[in-house]
């Protein structure tokens, strides 16, 4: 019981996302962060108030960082598929002239 919950645990916060995923949250990143400056620039400019252009920037931050951090099941919509792990043995399968190596 105590390993299923640890690997409940495990799969929450290990943050497992593709690359398709991390272009993504790229992208969301990118878009939010300037999207989130020039509006804090002008209600900043509009109120002459500096510490209205900070609470909103570090608003949007927050909001940036809420969608971008956890790993939200968007981003591992598309998981590579690996190939299966072969024999750790040293030279298996390595060719070099035509011949093997041991």
């Given at each position: 019981?105590?390993?299923?919950?640890?690997?409940?645990?495990?799969?929450?916060?290990?943050?497992?996302?593709?690359?398709?995923?991390?272009?993504?949250?790229?992208?969301?990143?990118?878009?939010?962060?300037?999207?989130?400056?020039?509006?804090?620039?002008?209600?900043?400019?509009?109120?002459?108030n500096i510490y209205i252009?900070?609470?909103?920037?570090?608003?949007?931050?927050?909001?940036?960082?809420?969608?971008?951090?956890?790993?939200?099941?968007?981003?591992?919509?598309?998981?590579?598929?690996?190939?299966?792990?072969?024999?750790?043995?040293a030279g298996v399968g390595?060719?070099?002239?035509?011949?093997?190596?041991?």
């Amino acid at each position: 019981m105590a390993d299923d919950l640890l690997k409940k645990a495990q799969d929450v916060f290990e943050g497992q996302i593709d690359f398709e995923g991390q272009r993504l949250a790229e992208l969301i990143t990118t878009i939010l962060l300037s999207v989130t400056g020039l509006f804090a620039f002008l209600v900043g400019y509009i109120q002459q108030n500096i510490y209205i252009t900070l609470w909103v920037g570090l608003g949007g931050a927050v909001i940036t960082f809420l969608m971008v951090v956890p790993p939200w099941p968007i981003y591992n919509d598309a998981p590579e598929k690996w190939l299966p792990a072969e024999s750790s043995i040293a030279g298996v399968g390595i060719e070099v002239d035509g011949r093997k190596i041991n």
